[in-house]
């Protein structure tokens, strides 16, 4: 715990990592948090910061911020394969942790990372920024009520379109390794990653040893090395399966979903919204509840101002981990025959394409992912025609 305000370097402020500087902000101006410094290659955006530009420091890289800018916390929202060396110089710092999904391109990496912060006795939250929603909680307290019977299996839906420019838009796009090494970037381990981590953490498999084994099949549409069109079962100890449906090559983007598949009823969780339905025999309509979620950043305020519980440690990922470990180990992805993908050109009027340029569409690639995760089974076991 310190006694001045947590003093927060954020690293990576464009994108997604825009959203972190906007979160700061909000601390800082109900009295929580101190934005002290950002970090980034390219220029800083004058309207970013707003009204605390002036007592904020600016640097190109995180190293230079980590080492000079006399932080408590440090934000991480850069490149994966950066993800564990700068860590480590936070943790050496003294420095607590913030890190972007997925936590380490490896489950070595992810091994000394969670080391590093014991270590270092600092804090390493992950930021699978789902896992704070109360959401996962009274899902896990329908189950264990008994509102669904026994369950079957769990499932991650995720059916997004991504356009031909996201796979060229950085050097690791796409990519399963660069310059030697490993990136594991694709639809399974990085846009589409909350959806499995929240599946996981709803059937309470969060650590590395209640994953018993992962049964990939992994697809590609564009012309990249990862996998863009997949599904997967993940064997659970002493507890249902999960089976995940993840693409990037769907003809618009639908809401993702954790589903629970049980002998008596069936739970739709949607993790965005942190809308929980529950659809009972017979019912015509779901029973329906919102929950409140609670922010990563500011969770991490909160443990170190006043020592409030972490939501996501990074230990509480190794399952993630055992998934991302079995994509980067396992064959590149399939390419998907021509006559199964069809090029779409944008049309932003219509708000079912993507506005930045042509995607690619897999061929019944909803129906097929929602089988997966209704049955319980890949794309090649239940016989997609362009499965292997």
């Known amino acids: 715990m310190t006694t001045r305000l947590p003093r927060v370097g954020i690293a990576g402020i464009h994108g997604h990592g825009a959203s972190h500087v906007r979160t700061a902000l909000e601390l800082v101006r109900d009295g929580r948090a101190e934005l002290a410094a950002v970090a980034d290659p390219r220029p800083t955006e004058a309207d970013l910061l707003g009204g605390a530009a002036a007592g904020v420091a600016v640097f190109t890289g995180a190293e230079a911020m980590i080492a000079e800018a006399d932080l408590d916390i440090v934000v991480l929202s850069t490149p994966m394969h950066t993800h564990l060396p700068l860590s480590r110089a936070a943790l050496d710092a003294g420095v607590h942790v913030l890190l972007e999904k997925p936590p380490t391109p490896t489950l070595a990496d992810f091994r000394e990372l969670v080391a590093a912060g014991l270590a270092a006795d600092r804090a390493v939250q992950i930021g699978f920024q789902s896992l704070g929603s109360a959401g996962i909680a009274a899902v896990r307290d329908l189950v264990a009520a008994g509102a669904v019977g026994e369950v079957r299996h769990y499932g991650a839906l995720g059916t997004w379109l991504r356009s031909e420019a996201y796979w060229t838009r950085a050097a690791w796009a796409g990519r399963r390794t660069l310059d030697g090494l490993p990136v594991v970037d694709g639809a399974?381990?990085?846009?589409?990653?909350?959806?499995?981590?929240?599946?996981?953490?709803?059937?309470?498999?969060?650590?590395?040893?209640?994953?018993?084994?992962?049964?990939?099949?992994?697809?590609?549409?564009?012309?990249?090395?990862?996998?863009?069109?997949?599904?997967?079962?993940?064997?659970?100890?002493?507890?249902?399966?999960?089976?995940?449906?993840?693409?990037?090559?769907?003809?618009?983007?639908?809401?993702?979903?954790?589903?629970?598949?049980?002998?008596?009823?069936?739970?739709?969780?949607?993790?965005?919204?942190?809308?929980?339905?529950?659809?009972?025999?017979?019912?015509?309509?779901?029973?329906?509840?919102?929950?409140?979620?609670?922010?990563?950043?500011?969770?991490?305020?909160?443990?170190?101002?006043?020592?409030?519980?972490?939501?996501?440690?990074?230990?509480?990922?190794?399952?993630?981990?055992?998934?991302?470990?079995?994509?980067?180990?396992?064959?590149?992805?399939?390419?998907?025959?021509?006559?199964?993908?069809?090029?779409?050109?944008?049309?932003?009027?219509?708000?079912?394409?993507?506005?930045?340029?042509?995607?690619?569409?897999?061929?019944?690639?909803?129906?097929?992912?929602?089988?997966?995760?209704?049955?319980?089974?890949?794309?090649?076991?239940?016989?997609?025609?362009?499965?292997?």
């Not at 009823?265 to 009972?280: N, S």
């Not at 019912?283 to 979620?293: D, E, G, K, L, N």
């Not at 069809?342 to 089988?371: K, N």
């Open 188 to 388: 399974v381990t990085n846009p589409l990653a909350h959806a499995t981590a929240t599946a996981l953490a709803i059937a309470g498999a969060t650590g590395e040893s209640d994953v018993s084994a992962v049964r990939l099949d992994l697809y590609r549409a564009n012309d990249i090395e990862a996998d863009d069109t997949s599904s997967l079962v993940v064997e659970l100890v002493d507890r249902p399966p999960v089976a995940a449906a993840l693409s990037l090559t769907a003809p618009r983007r639908s809401e993702p979903a954790v589903t629970v598949e049980g002998t008596a009823g069936r739970i739709v969780y949607w993790y965005t919204l942190d809308l929980v339905q529950l659809f009972e025999p017979g019912a015509a309509i779901p029973i329906t509840s919102v929950h409140a979620r609670t922010g990563l950043l500011a969770n991490l305020v909160d443990h170190v101002a006043a020592g409030a519980p972490l939501l996501v440690p990074a230990a509480s990922t190794g399952g993630f981990m055992r998934v991302l470990e079995a994509v980067r180990m396992a064959p590149a992805p399939t390419p998907i025959a021509a006559e199964y993908v069809a090029r779409v050109d944008s049309d932003a009027g219509t708000g079912a394409v993507a506005p930045d340029g042509p995607h690619r569409v897999v061929d019944g690639i909803e129906a097929w992912s929602e089988r997966v995760v209704r049955e319980g089974r890949t794309f090649a076991e239940l016989g997609a025609p362009w499965a292997r």
